[in-house]
């Protein structure tokens, strides 16, 4: 297999028409993305435009994996948080087509991710995943912790409740330099 590049993905047709194809592909196989069975392709675009957008005023940074003309996945780092947030990031919308997995395009995905949320100075990742048929194994291995599963939080696309695991992960700054101040929470020294 060649190698997999990641590259940033901005708005044009023929993106979103590819990312269309990867959601639709994946809620169709059970994957827990926020959407239901048969996902309508107007919808999935509707979706990644407005996804799109949220890039272009630098609110998140969609991802691709490219195995050469391929869009084999993709992955996106959410980057609008609350004002008090301004350290932290979330993943979300891993996915990776059926023909790609098993090859390392999630690990190389996620990767990338963390390095575009250490080049914006976030020190702390967040993410979700289904209890049933969800990544956890895979974000286990790249170093998150499971914060804790939530019962009955979503709808699986097919049907029927599954529980949400949340986890975390600290990035980019040593842990060894935080402090803790009088209020308990930690404070990251430069």
């Not at 059970?30 to 309508?40: A, D, I, K, T």
């Not at 949220?54 to 195995?67: M, S, T």
């Not at 992955?75 to 979330?90: D, G, I, M």
Request: net charge negative; hydrophobic share 45%.
């Amino acid at each position: 297999m060649p190698e997999i590049e990641i590259k940033t993905l901005s708005a044009s047709p023929k993106i979103c028409e590819m990312l269309s194809e990867i959601l639709t592909e994946v809620v169709a196989n059970g994957g827990s993305v926020s959407f239901m069975h048969p996902l309508e392709p107007e919808k999935a675009g509707a979706f990644w435009e407005d996804a799109l957008a949220a890039a272009a005023r630098d609110e998140r940074i969609v991802l691709g994996a490219w195995d050469g003309e391929i869009l084999a996945g993709t992955v996106t780092l959410l980057l609008n948080c609350p004002p008090n947030q301004p350290h932290r990031a979330e993943i979300a919308k891993l996915m990776t087509r059926l023909s790609h997995r098993g090859r390392g395009v999630a690990v190389a995905l996620m990767r990338a991710a963390e390095d575009f949320a250490v080049q914006r100075e976030r020190t702390l990742l967040v993410l979700d995943t289904a209890a049933e048929g969800g990544a956890s194994g895979l974000y286990e291995r790249l170093g998150f912790t499971l914060a804790g599963t939530i019962p009955d939080y979503a709808l699986k696309p097919h049907g029927g409740l599954t529980g949400t695991q949340i986890y975390w992960k600290r990035i980019g700054a040593d842990p060894a330099k935080a402090d803790s101040n009088a209020s308990g929470i930690p404070q990251l020294t430069r």
